[in-house]
């Protein structure tokens, strides 16, 4: 069994930054990349950022791109989001996937494994 786990979520006035952690572990857990998504209230799940475990390639929704950092930690199966300059937008709960089934790094339906999600709300 794998599990996913996200922490770090809060509120936060706009300008201001969060950092968001996601450690996934189970027996004979691995995974290619693991990624975070997003989801706002009556919107659909969105991508937010990914990162490969092989040569920690990145890749970002055009929204986030300068403001957020995604990083991981190999040896933790973990993955970090650092979030700056955060705006009522960003507002959303984000979840952790892992798992990844290679190809179309973006899309959630390549993802094996999901956290339950960490509220991120940033106030105007």
């Known amino acids: 069994q794998v599990q996913v786990v996200e922490s770090g979520g809060g509120l936060v006035q706009a300008g201001g930054s969060l950092r968001l952690s996601c450690a996934a572990s189970g027996r004979a857990f691995s995974t290619y990349a693991m990624g975070w998504f997003r989801q706002a209230p009556g919107k659909e799940r969105e991508f937010v950022a990914a990162i490969t475990w092989v040569d920690s390639s990145t890749y970002y929704v055009d929204a986030v791109k300068g403001r957020f950092t995604i990083s991981r930690d190999n040896a933790e199966n973990t993955v970090y989001l650092q979030m700056n300059n955060l705006k009522p937008e960003d507002t959303a709960v984000y979840y952790c996937?892992?798992?990844?089934?290679?190809?179309?790094?973006?899309?959630?339906?390549?993802?094996?494994?999901w956290g339950r999600g960490t509220q991120v709300t940033v106030s105007s």
């Open positions: 996937a892992a798992g990844w089934r290679r190809s179309a790094i973006r899309d959630a339906a390549r993802y094996a494994y």
